[in-house]
């Protein structure tokens, strides 16, 4: 079974290799390692670096060496990170010391969050019925954004021939995923975000256009809906049965619903483009989770498109943990590979019985592996809580 930890550059870069494969091996006791090697950007506590106890890595930036015969004449092109030329590439040696370390090596790879290329390319980012950029999430629809998140993981598959890809940020990102110092005076209920982050970009138009779907309609009910709300003197909810229903409680609005139901195809597209173009060794998988459908994403159309799907759970009780895996099997299938990622972050995860409970629960409900997050922003003594809860023998 397979058990990997997520971890950035930049804790290996601190540690040192030797002392990380020593921890996942010897105090974690999992036999992969899931690096980022495509980031965003945030405010990271480090309890254990022996160099800084908070690092902020540069937004929207690359942790590999991009071969240029992939990116030649493409419109978007990927930055790499100053810390690879300064602190060292973390990937490699990963890669080239898998039969010393006995690491299986994923490549934990954020597609389309990217405020970076979001404000360099306003063009290629999701709008709001109302126009409104959102610069940390760039359109699926894009032809350009397909291309870039596609040649990003061919260069990677190809050049470096990792197992497993892990695709993170597919769909369109929620208004409510935060950017920095967010104010919201009005009281915004769980629709009304829902409802501001639909895109109705110029390609998202023109796409839905093109396959009969009026999105001209849509954004008119969505525009309509929000303008209700800014008008509200207190938050009260336009769709009282909204996240229950889910896309459901829009059977009123029939140009929104339809909408609605189209837009997932282009999560899907992007996951196909890659996995086409993506080295056969490497598997690829999606990152998701319970409100994938909030994204625009179908998780069993996608799992179909790839080799399988990460359904995180952070703060899921094993009950919930039991249903969730049991559900995404079935609309996966057996064939496809189906993984939970579960948290090490304190209020999420309080205990190690709870955390053990719920990997107990996802190997019963027919798991595949657990992902554990995360590797530099949890301290020393908390790894142990992975061992107690696994039974694997590292060779």
């Given at each position: 079974?397979?058990?990997?930890?997520?971890?950035?550059?930049?804790?290996?870069?601190?540690?040192?290799?030797?002392?990380?494969?020593?921890?996942?091996?010897?105090?974690?006791?999992v036999n992969g390692i899931s690096l980022a090697v495509s980031y965003h950007a945030g405010r990271f506590l480090q309890p254990r670096s022996p160099k800084r106890k908070s690092y902020y890595p540069e937004d929207g930036t690359i942790y590999f060496i991009p071969d240029e015969k992939f990116w030649a004449g493409k419109e978007i092109q990927p930055l790499v990170a100053q810390n690879l030329h300064t602190e060292g590439d973390m990937l490699s040696p990963l890669i080239r010391d898998?039969?010393?370390?006995?690491?299986?090596?994923?490549?934990?790879?954020?597609?389309?969050?990217?405020?970076?290329?979001?404000?360099?390319?306003?063009?290629?980012?999701?709008?709001?019925?109302?126009?409104?950029?959102?610069?940390?999430?760039?359109?699926?629809?894009?032809?350009?954004?397909?291309?870039?998140?596609?040649?990003?993981?061919?260069?990677?598959?190809?050049?470096?021939?990792?197992?497993?890809?892990?695709?993170?940020?597919?769909?369109?990102?929620?208004?409510d995923h935060g950017y920095h110092h967010e104010k919201d005076g009005l009281g915004l209920n769980a629709e009304d975000e829902f409802l501001l982050s639909l895109c109705f970009c110029d390609h998202c138009i023109k796409a839905a256009q093109d396959d009969g779907v009026d999105a001209l309609a849509a954004k008119k009910d969505v525009q309509d809906l929000i303008i209700q709300a800014c008008n509200r003197e207190i938050p009260e909810a336009q769709l009282p049965h909204f996240p229950e229903q889910r896309l459901e409680c829009f059977k009123d609005y029939p140009a929104l619903y339809r909408y609605l139901l189209w837009r997932v195809q282009a999560p899907t597209k992007i996951v196909q483009s890659i996995k086409q173009a993506a080295h056969p060794d490497s598997k690829i998988v999606v990152i998701e989770g319970?409100?994938?459908?909030?994204?625009?994403?179908?998780?069993?159309?996608?799992?179909?498109?790839?080799?399988?799907?990460?359904?995180?759970?952070?703060?899921?009780?094993?009950?919930?943990?039991?249903?969730?895996?049991?559900?995404?099997?079935?609309?996966?299938?057996?064939?496809?590979?189906?993984?939970?990622?579960?948290?090490?972050?304190?209020?999420?995860?309080?205990?190690?019985?709870?955390?053990?409970?719920?990997?107990?629960?996802?190997?019963?409900?027919?798991?595949?592996?657990?992902?554990?997050?995360?590797?530099?922003?949890?301290?020393?003594?908390?790894?142990?809580?992975?061992?107690?809860?696994?039974?694997?023998?590292?060779?």
């Open positions: 079974m397979r058990h990997s930890m997520w971890a950035y550059p930049w804790d290996l870069q601190d540690l040192g290799l030797d002392t990380t494969y020593h921890d996942y091996q010897n105090l974690a006791g898998k039969k010393q370390h006995g690491l299986s090596v994923s490549c934990w790879t954020v597609c389309l969050h990217n405020s970076r290329l979001g404000f360099k390319h306003p063009d290629h980012v999701a709008r709001n019925a109302f126009g409104d950029p959102g610069y940390y999430s760039l359109c699926p629809n894009s032809d350009a954004v397909r291309d870039y998140a596609t040649t990003l993981v061919a260069n990677l598959t190809h050049s470096y021939r990792p197992d497993m890809v892990e695709l993170e940020t597919i769909g369109f990102m929620g208004f319970e409100n994938a459908w909030r994204d625009g994403v179908d998780i069993k159309a996608i799992a179909q498109a790839c080799d399988g799907i990460i359904f995180c759970a952070y703060t899921a009780t094993a009950k919930e943990v039991d249903y969730s895996i049991t559900e995404t099997r079935n609309l996966v299938g057996s064939e496809k590979y189906l993984g939970l990622g579960a948290s090490l972050f304190y209020d999420q995860t309080p205990s190690k019985e709870q955390l053990s409970a719920r990997i107990d629960a996802a190997v019963k409900a027919g798991a595949d592996g657990i992902n554990y997050y995360n590797y530099g922003l949890i301290p020393e003594a908390r790894l142990n809580w992975i061992k107690s809860s696994i039974e694997i023998k590292i060779s």
